[in-house]
């Protein structure tokens, strides 16, 4: 089994400490901390668990929820790692904790958030993580609760979604900027005002039937371009973030989309089927627009459209496709032009969303 392993390292800013999967260096390290390689298997699959290695420093830290009902990061096992290394607090604000504790000694410090006249987008990126972790507990505790209803657009809506919509906005008013979300009404977006859409928990149908997956999704859009995003899959704790100019990661690890032959579509309509373009082999369903955009930036599918259907909400797209951008993919209109967002959630929007003008293109093709 040791053979198989895989090595993928991301240098964390300010800090000399990496975050390793698996390979020769998590070997060393688990030697260091006193467990066996076998132990870390679960690392490699397991968004909730890290292994941070460097020179002379290691440390094994899970994610996971206070009593209190916050999430917090624990350092298991360390080996030359304080509490307040920077690449531990930079992991810990990844996963929208609060705090940092170490496992032994139960000592702790708050997570610090960015400066206030830090970047829009670098704060965005923070609250964003903290608030996907509130509407997390906030969706597990309105689970069963309420009436489900049915929305103007067909799909179900739970006290979850109205327990989510509040953890959410609560979280991101500090920044000081115009927040939509699918559960209320549109605000007033000034001319050149950057602007936040949420879908607090997109899936719903699937969260009702306990179907993963079902995601927390906010982008921060300005100029009707999607320029930071943030999808957080409830279901498996996989995180997708996103900041144009800079890139975009999942669960800590770069990504980039590529070109394939698997296709993502949102669900069925009513009585029609589901087209399979010709520049496909295979088209997948989840039952989460948020997660599909996401499986596109990271490559795992090759593109995502509704080409074949009305349309989409802007709510559902943005968080998803500030990722895309951001790891160097595209976004077409039904006409082959840059996508543009408008701060209207009732409004349908069609796209396809790929790695390449290239591939985009030859999709809307095949759609014609």
Sequence with gaps: MADRWFLRRRPVPDTDL???????????????????????????????LRVLVGEGQAALVRRQWHHEGFAEAVLLRRSGVPLEHPGVLALAAGWGCERVRHGSTDRWREVPGPDADAPLTDRFRHLAALAASRVEIAVGLARDSGVERI???????????????????????????????????????????????????????????????????????????????????????????????????????????????????????????VSVPSTARRVRISGCTAVDLCVVADGA????????RSGTHVHDVAGGLAVLLAAGGVALDPDGRPLHLEPDTEKLVRLVAASSVEEAAALIAAMA
């Design 301 to 308: 599918a090759a593109a995502w459209h509704d080409l074949d």
């Design 18 to 48: 990496r975050v390793a999967v698996s390979g020769a260096d998590v070997r060393t390290a688990a030697l260091g901390l006193g467990l066996s390689p076998a132990a870390l298997a679960p690392g490699v699959h397991d968004p909730r």
């Design 151 to 273: 929305k103007g657009d067909g799909s179900p809506s739970l006290a979850a979604d109205e327990a989510a919509h509040e953890a959410a906005v609560e979280s991101l008013s500090g920044l000081g900027v115009t927040v939509l979300s699918e559960e209320r009404s549109d605000s007033p977006v000034g001319a050149g005002e950057p602007w936040i859409v949420l879908d607090p928990l997109d899936g719903t149908g699937n969260f009702s039937a306990g179907l993963p997956p079902w995601a927390f999704s906010a982008g921060l859009v300005q100029d009707g371009v999607p320029v930071a995003g943030l999808v957080a899959d409830l279901a498996s704790g996989r995180r997708w973030t996103g900041v144009d100019g800079v890139g975009a990661e999942r669960d800590g690890v770069p990504i980039a989309p590529r070109p394939g032959t698997t296709v993502a579509v949102p669900s069925g309509p009513s009585g029609r089927t």
